[in-house]
């Protein structure tokens, strides 16, 4: 065929159209600004506000928290985007108008102004819920069904995800640590103006793709959300349900919670919908078989939940350890690695163990093996979360040594990315085979929310395994503070963020002595405890009874951080008990292990009983299609 006068949507590269290439680079692109802006996110927040490398200044729970919610919304996000491409615009529109957004949100998230954190934030929502959703299925749409070079096309597209999501960590943490967080996000806005440009000028190859959807089509024999809330308002006991539900959502943040109450309503609310929207189906579904599909299906959601819940710490607890407690320096280089440079092995993994972990997998079924989905997502979950073994030696080492080895996150990200090649690819594809078709379109909703909730549980895990911070304030002079901070001169006249290290025990008078560990002096005297609504003793009181179950003397006391940051005209800071932290990151590691083996292996043992409930829903799979719309370096599986 000549090339020259084929009309460009028809034209072919490498055996493939030549529309795969431009969505390949756009997407390459938009995970190259997603994922390094991820990669030093949780880390910008931390950083204090008077360091070398100012940023934010938030206590690790806080960063956490926000992670988890910015993580959870942008799946959330994805299922109005989607439904905006299906029913009004086309996905086309909505990944143009999607990529300006997150042009815009990178942007913004470059500027070093407080505004534009959580302004940059949102945008980067709205525009990942626009893009993300639509642009695999333009993938889709370039070949017509049948077609055999339809699944080869996804792998293609499949390296471009892996290939941006890899360099942009390594890209992005390199000049976040030598120049700025805000140069990182500013690179990371480069890659997004690159992407954008890639799809604004390759539209004429993709003229024939993710067109603004017919009106005149009556083929759509999906249920519209609006069909379903009337359904839902109009049952009784769905309403009365419903009704108990959101009045424990409005009525529980308010009686149990402190922070983020609005939020937290907000949140509950919408799991109530999503509750009772569930109910909904279910009660409308005619059929024994398709009420039992949908019992696994519920099932298939809960599995979503546990494996992100446990695999997101990546970004968020799993970084903070890369970068305060993990020794990241190479001797032979003369150079330490930045803690963002971990975020690129989970890509770099998925690119070299993705086709072996298939073929294992393959191999298993031709060897008429157990090799259905709910066995891989059991058996995902099971290895993903024996990666954190190695997390749990890692705290066992910190608290042997003051520094953990990076190895055992070496380790740790290969188990999580097997575990993930293992649940992830099938879990789309085999909640498409047990959705009751009329519902097909909501149960893909309901799937990224289900990766939303379980990328906001995994926020909660991150920050219920920090400590609660004593907070506290300097008290003392330049000069009294000159023998305990290094560079003491430089410091305080650029009013430098600083960390005093002290051996903290209980003395035979049984007053708290804090022992700088230089010096041998104590530094009670240079700071007071910050209160609120408690008195100065109260806060020490609290603090005593913290460590009193470690029982600390002068010979065995407990290693103990007073850390200042200079924030309006003050030196505030914290009291960091190192024992407390490790605890907690121990548990919650060890938990993690625990709860995801034993979740795994109950699934297992229920295989039988579930499969039967399928009624052969995998039996009639056709060969191949298990990976169709899979991003198998994303934790985004659309």
Do not use: C
Request: charged share 20%; no cysteine; proline share 3%.
């Amino acid at each position: 065929m000549n090339q020259t006068l084929t009309p460009p949507h028809k034209r072919e590269f490498f055996g493939h159209p030549a529309g795969l290439y431009i969505l390949f680079f756009t997407e390459l692109w938009e995970r190259f600004s997603y994922y390094g802006m991820r990669a030093i996110l949780t880390l910008y927040m931390l950083a204090k506000v008077s360091s070398d490398n100012p940023g934010l200044g938030w206590e690790e729970g806080k960063a956490l928290a926000t992670y988890g919610w910015y993580t959870m919304l942008v799946y959330v996000v994805s299922i109005p985007g989607g439904i905006i491409a299906d029913k009004i615009l086309g996905q086309k529109k909505s990944v143009m108008i999607g990529g300006w957004l997150l042009v815009a949100g990178h942007g913004v998230l470059s500027i070093e102004q407080d505004w534009a954190f959580f302004s940059g934030l949102a945008l980067i929502v709205l525009g990942v819920g626009m893009l993300k959703p639509n642009i695999s299925t333009m993938v889709g749409g370039l070949y017509k069904e049948g077609d055999p070079r339809r699944d080869k096309g996804f792998s293609i597209f499949y390296i471009g995800i892996n290939v941006g999501a890899a360099i942009a960590a390594i890209l992005v943490g390199l000049v976040a640590k030598e120049y700025g967080w805000h140069y990182g996000f500013g690179l990371a806005a480069i890659g997004m103006v690159l992407g954008q440009l890639v799809y604004v000028f390759g539209q004429k190859y993709l003229a024939h793709v993710g067109n603004a959807p017919d009106k005149t089509n009556t083929q759509d024999q999906s249920v519209s959300i609006g069909e379903i809330f009337s359904q839902m308002l109009s049952t009784k006991k769905t309403l009365a349900v419903l009704i108990l539900l959101i009045a424990i959502s409005v009525v529980a943040p308010i009686q149990l919670m402190d922070t983020e109450v609005i939020a937290y309503i907000v949140f509950f609310i919408f799991l109530s919908i999503v509750v009772g929207f569930m109910m909904t189906v279910y009660h409308d579904l005619t059929s024994k078989v398709e009420k039992d599909r949908f019992i696994v299906l519920l099932l298939s959601f809960l599995i979503v939940i546990v494996f992100w819940g446990a695999f997101e710490q990546a970004g968020g607890l799993l970084n903070i350890y890369a970068e305060q407690k993990t020794d990241r320096f190479l001797p032979a280089f003369d150079y330490t690695i930045p803690a963002a440079f971990f975020q690129s092995l989970n890509p770099l993994y998925i690119i070299i163990f993705g086709i072996p972990v298939a073929g294992f997998w393959a191999w298993r079924k031709n060897r008429s093996k157990e090799a259905s989905s709910i066995f891989k997502m059991a058996v995902g979950v099971i290895v993903m979360g024996l990666g954190f073994v190695f997390m749990v030696f890692a705290t066992m080492e910190y608290e042997n040594n003051g520094e953990a080895a990076l190895y055992w996150l070496v380790f740790a990200y290969l188990l999580h990315t097997i575990g993930e090649l293992s649940a992830s690819p099938v879990a789309l594809s085999f909640i498409t085979k047990l959705a009751p078709l009329r519902y097909g379109a909501l149960m893909m909703g309901l799937y990224f929310a289900a990766t939303g909730l379980g990328n906001k549980v995994a926020g909660v895990i991150g920050e219920s395994s920090q400590a609660e911070r004593i907070e506290i304030e300097l008290d003392a002079s330049t000069e009294k503070l000159t023998p305990f901070v290094d560079n003491s001169d430089d410091v305080f006249s650029e009013n430098t963020a600083f960390t005093v290290e002290t051996n903290l025990y209980v003395d035979s008078n049984n007053q708290l002595q804090f022992i700088e560990t230089t010096t041998g002096e104590k530094v009670n005297s240079i700071f007071t405890y910050q209160v609120e609504d408690t008195s100065s003793k109260e806060v020490e009181q609290t603090l005593r009874n913290r460590i009193e179950t470690y029982n600390p003397t002068k010979e065995n006391p407990l290693t103990t951080f007073l850390k200042f940051d200079y924030k309006e005209g003050t030196y505030y800071g914290r009291v960091d008990v190192d024992q407390f932290q490790t605890d907690l990151e121990f548990k919650t590691f060890a938990g993690i292990v625990i709860f995801t083996v034993a979740f795994g292996v109950l699934v297992i043992l229920l295989l039988k009983p579930l499969k039967r409930l399928t009624h052969g829903a995998e039996e009639k799979e056709i060969e191949g299609l298990e990976t169709e719309g899979f991003e198998l370096a994303d934790d985004e599986v659309k």
